[in-house]
């Protein structure tokens, strides 16, 4: 059996990232609610991706690459996040985006002109069509311009990836076990890719077997979430060398509070930023982990998270796509 320090790490966060008590949203939903503030782990504007990136990044340095290509939808944290990582190690990031070109550059769009990232957009009815090809035109091109390049595969989805949320899940243990607290009895955190909870999976059946995950999808139905998120996990688990069995049946996934669409707000998830911000002064974001937490919210109100819980919540981070919605914020 291995651990998550056998594998090659290049260090980009702050670790461990703190485990705050949410104690005026919990006590209005009548549970102990605690929010791992994934959103701090610094490099790049943070986010959940920071963790994956360390892993990713270190096979990149290893494998002598100069050009990063990744994509993800318009506000897409990840291809921020590969900008930024890309350009600490001397990299050049392309990131091909599902949206057509904007009128203005904001939230993450305007961090990846920071970074001085390559865009390309595609055409939101065509994307899944021509994504596959495009990026690998950018890495065929790299190659004739004799450049080494690299895919990243959306969300930094990979078992390697996973491997980040295996180390949140220990590191979660370890300030646990230092306040002489208990493992959770529910940990909650917004799916986009599934390379977060599939990490989080496999770290929780190592350190807190009796610890459910509940995975808010902003994108996808359950089921297609369920099947590429045990192969994840088991894959993560092979890697590690630890003797998990996997299938879709063990992965809860609630996707009833994606709204119209990914990446388009909800009322639901707005109203959950509105009041975790006015409870606790804490932003969240409209296309994650606002939906995340009307999720939790809603799971507590019909009985499926249980009253009295100790419940873990997973910032993912996302604040930067807070501003290009700000009119329909203002305006619910
Ligand atoms: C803020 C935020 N939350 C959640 C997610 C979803 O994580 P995953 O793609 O690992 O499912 C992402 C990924 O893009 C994200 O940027």
Not at 13 to 25: A, R
Not at 102 to 125: T, V, W
Not at 133 to 152: C, S
Not at 193 to 211: D, E, F, I, M
Request: net charge negative; hydrophobic share 40%; glycine share 12%.
């Amino acid at each position: 059996m291995k651990t998550v320090d056998d594998f090659e790490r290049v260090p980009l966060g702050f670790f461990p990232t703190p485990l705050e008590s949410l104690s005026n949203v919990g006590a209005s939903l009548g549970i102990e609610l605690t929010i791992k503030r994934d959103d701090y782990t610094g490099f790049g504007g943070g986010g959940n991706k920071v963790r994956k990136l360390e892993y990713l990044m270190a096979e990149a340095c290893r494998q002598g690459i100069n050009t990063v290509i990744t994509t993800g939808g318009h506000q897409s944290n990840h291809a921020r996040m590969v900008a930024a990582a890309a350009r600490k190690f001397g990299m050049k990031p392309i990131l091909v985006l599902r949206g057509n070109p904007p009128e203005q550059y904001q939230g993450n769009l305007l961090l990846d002109k920071l970074f001085g990232a390559e865009l390309q957009f595609l055409d939101p009815d065509q994307y899944f069509d021509l994504i596959a090809g495009a990026m690998q035109a950018h890495a065929d091109a790299a190659t004739a311009r004799g450049e080494k390049a690299l895919i990243i595969p959306l969300g930094g989805a990979t078992p390697l990836g996973a491997l980040g949320y295996v180390r949140a899940v220990e590191e979660m243990d370890a300030q646990l076990k230092a306040r002489g607290e208990s493992a959770p009895q529910v940990i909650v955190a917004p799916t986009g890719s599934g390379g977060t909870l599939a990490g989080l999976y496999v770290g929780a059946r190592h350190y807190w077997p009796q610890t459910k995950i509940v995975g808010i999808s902003v994108s996808a139905k359950a089921q297609w979430f369920q099947d590429r998120i045990s192969t994840m996990a088991q894959d993560c688990a092979d890697l590690l060398e630890w003797p998990q069995q996997w299938s879709p049946e063990d992965i809860w996934i609630e996707d009833g509070f994606v709204g119209t669409a990914y990446g388009v707000p909800s009322d639901g998830g707005i109203e959950a930023i509105y009041r975790v911000a006015q409870a606790e002064g804490v932003l969240l974001d409209p296309v994650y982990t606002g939906k995340a937490m009307h999720g939790l919210i809603s799971l507590v109100e019909q009985g499926k998270i249980a009253q009295g819980d100790k419940v873990v919540f997973v910032h993912c981070g996302g604040s930067p796509a807070l501003y290009p919605f700000s009119q329909r914020l203002l305006e619910q």
